[in-house]
């Protein structure tokens, strides 16, 4: 049997992720021989009945389960980056994908970082018990083999998303708003929301107005201010907090994304899928994945509104293009052999 760790999966892309992988797994002929752990946060997904246990997401009890059912398991597929907190003695692959993860070294003395330096700690300690990472794109791979965590042969780029959740929707390009661009996303530090926010302080300096769809919590009270005084000057900044982004996607022209630390970016890919035309930082995980129709330099606001102008004013540019591949069968087929 396949133990799937899911310990420590509860929201975001991690969770959207999960769910595709179990359901894609739910389909297979040999989805009894797969077992699943996972974290009490996480809402399961309903067609999952059996060969699953929640156990409190902590790592103490992590390490007593692993203890208790060494041996039960052929192989092992941890899917929250940290390996095995025991050496199982069977074929161990762990997905990799928080790049914050990779950068807390470099970063260790800065405040947002500390609990990310932690949990790599754990990375590090346990990092024998696990043959193989596997991640989305190259630049992680990078990012592992730099770190010292294994080389190359031992890291398996893997990408997988489902490539049919948005593909080929939405209104046709020239029926949508001519103006509304969209950041689905997170306030974590990491999005980049403060140089976003101010190039939309720069456009209304210069007397545009296009339309922001942000969608930030009441975890950042600083950048819910920010927009209610952009608003208050008259820029147009619509904060849905949490939405389902397929009306978004599916209904505006233009995805704007200046995060600048990303393991795989999903949402450059539902975007492009869904018609959008995207602007992006210029960084290495957004060519990952897709061609996008401009990018900008992500530390500077005014070249991302400059990029705005531009794309506004441009009605030829051309669309993305997704240069990844959903390679999710790939990956069962993997843990299955």
Sequence with gaps: MVLIDALFINKGGGAVLLQYLIETILKRPGRDNFFFLLDPRFERPAALTTNYIVIPNKISDRIKYYKKEKGRFSKVFCFANIPPPVNMGVPVYTYMHNQKLLEAPKQKFKRMFWGQYIKYLFIKMYNRNTGYYIVQTPHMVHQLVALGLKDN?????????????????????????????????????????????????YLLSQGKTPKLHVTIDDTAPGFLERVRQLNEQGARIVNHVYVDPRDLYFNCPYLIFPSIMESFGLPLIEAAESGMKILASDLEYVHDVVTPTLTFNQASPVAIAQAVEQIMASKNLPFPRVVTANRVEELVDLLES
């Design 153 to 201: 042969a031992h890291c398996l780029t893997i990408p997988f998303y489902d490539n049919k959740k948005y593909a080929g929707g939405g209104l046709p390009f020239d029926q949508r708003p001519a103006d509304e661009f969209v950041f689905i996303s997170n306030p974590s530090p990491q999005k980049n929301y403060p140089a976003l926010l101010d190039a939309w302080a």
